[in-house]
């Protein structure tokens, strides 16, 4: 049902593209048609060619105004069969995920001789009995999850000979993936080793050949590996609740922020680093908290540190007067004193980051109180938190990027269990790492950082889609930034760390929490004319994707004119699929505001 109606979709626009090519080629015989034309150009063949290009031009307005996501779930027997969900968690879910589900439904029904409202029957069944306990009472689990197995053992399902061995190598990843390495490693020892006999070198000179060539073979072994694993394995894509409405307060959140102040004149920086997170994440469930330490020194107590905390106390003050009611905001200060620390012969904040994190889960968990000595806004407000997304004093979060990542890790599939007896996890994660990337501004600021930083002004965001690691063993690696589950993370990590033992601690937790990677796509910006006739950089959008950026467009002002309907009826829609959306290379940068509240910001109302 899924692929008809799509299909039917994609199928009525070709036609009616073709019978506007075909009626631009008859009225301007000079244009040479961009593609070969079918049997759908002899469709409104009653009509002249102007009217059969008005009225092309006036159903793909019409076409472009209609929501195909909300028709076909209003539309689909499986849809509403799967919104029977007995864990209630399926309706809750973002159309990806759902997609994937009703997918699963049409390959277990192909691959069985089964239809596919009784392959959701099946489902249901399985979610609906009684031993069923989170996650196997949700349908996502028997579709997506652990529990396809049993599924397609129940209705007697034969995958595909690809699938079959898709299915094999994931079963297998690590044998695969070392001998792999292992194999391609000694190919690219074989060229050297070879030249090296030719040239009649002794046993000690190919000796010592061979092992300066095996940095760069085991470079070459890696890269080439990795590539042909993402042509072969698809992106393992999280599931996900649906939080683009808000945050449940059930998920309430809080953005931390781990910082070393030296100076008050760092303040500023970091205040309006906070503010700008609060901006593009304006929920009502998300709290933005300072962890901070002074600077490490001889002594406990150094000239400048009162003048620090009355800077970071006095800025914290300012932005809950000015975003919060009667000063109760949603910003916090947590400010930690010295600590001696014989290993170091310093005085300084205890396990620096980690330890930050490690006292505010105490703290928001209950178990501890006296961690920090300088307080600032509602504490209570942080009791309880369920989440905590962290974010370095160099880290942008995008526009609504706090309500995915709490989405992503508050489904059920991705939550994590513990064994109640070891306190490992097993099953699901305790973090989301997402993709973290260099933008465009930081990128261009030297040489090195242009060589490192890759192609920022070219579509940045696709170079992560797939990863290895999470693709084939279904665990990504953690570098300090992303999300965590309070309770799980830090029941994982009890008494794993001893004191003034760990250089990388984002490693050591993602290994015992179990780190996932949330892959999915971002939003970039591309050069077009197609909106004005004159080059300009903007979001891509529907038209820049089914149009191409590229794509010769008329001359200006024509060009504004010509999709004048279109942009009409799709802005009536409350859509932005054929308007221009004028940006910068940084297109994480933009959010969606309306216009009244725009126009009161700039006229300081």
Known sequence: MNILIADDHANVRRGLREILVDAFGRLFPALKPPFE?????????????????????????????????????????????????????????????????????????????????????????????????????????????????????MIGYRPSPVAACRRWLLRNAGPVYAAALLITGIAALVLPAFY?????????????GIALALLPASVLAVTLVHWIVTLVVSPRVLPKLDFKEGIPPDCSTAVVMPVIVGSPAEVPGLIERMEMHRLRNPDASVQFALLSDHIDAPAEHMPGDIEVEEEIV?????????????????????????RFNPAEDCWMGWERKRGKLEQFNRF?????????????????????????????ADTTLPPGSVSRLVGTLAHPLNS?????????????????????????????????????????????????????????????IYVGKGIYEVASFHQSLKARVPENSLV????????????????????????????????????????????????????????????????????????????????????SGCRSVPAAELTRGLAGI
């Open 416 to 476: 994590a269990y513990l064994d109640q007896a070891s306190g490992r996890v097993r099953a699901g994660y305790t973090v989301v790492q997402p993709r973290v990337e260099i933008s465009p501004e930081s990128g261009t600021r030297s040489l090195f950082a242009r060589l490192y930083a890759g192609d920022t002004a070219v579509d940045i965001y696709s170079r992560a889609v797939s990863d290895v690691y999470q693709d084939l063993f279904g665990e990504g």
């Open 37 to 153: 034309t079918t049997k759908y150009t002899t469709l409104l063949g009653s009509f002249d060619d102007t009217e059969r290009a008005s009225r092309a031009l006036a159903n793909l307005g019409v076409i472009a105004t209609i929501s195909w996501k909300e028709f076909f779930d209003r539309t689909s027997r499986v849809e509403a069969l799967l919104q029977g969900d007995p864990a209630g968690v399926y309706p809750r879910t973002d159309f990806d995920t759902r997609d994937r589900c009703r997918k699963a439904v049409e390959e277990l029904a192909y691959g069985s001789a089964r239809s596919e409202p009784e392959v959701v029957e099946s489902v249901l069944a399985q979610a609906g009995a009684e031993c069923a306990t989170r996650p196997h009472d949700h349908v996502g689990y028997w579709l997506i999850g652990d529990g396809r197995r049993d599924v397609e053992a």
């Open 504 to 587: 990388s601690h984002d490693l050591f937790e993602g290994v015992y929490g179990r780190a996932a990677l949330a892959s999915d796509a971002a939003r970039h910006t591309a050069l077009t004319r197609l909106f004005t006739g004159r080059p300009a950089r903007g979001i891509v959008n529907r038209l820049i994707r089914e149009l191409g950026a590229a794509d010769p467009a008329p001359a200006f002002p024509l060009a504004t004119a010509a999709i004048a309907p279109l942009r009409k009826a799709a802005e009536a829609a409350d859509s932005g699929d054929f308007s221009p959306l004028w940006s910068g290379q940084n297109a």
């Open 314 to 338: 006095s800025s914290i003050r300012r932005l809950n007067a000015r975003y919060g009611q009667n000063g109760d905001g949603p910003f916090h200060l947590l400010h930690r004193s010295r």
């Open 196 to 208: 090296l006999a030719a040239e009649g070198t002794g046993p000690l000179a190919l000796t010592v």
């Open 364 to 392: 928001v968990l209950g178990e501890e109180t006296t961690g920090f000595s300088v307080t600032e806004g509602n504490m209570d407000a942080l009791r309880g938190i369920r989440f905590v997304v962290t974010a370095d």
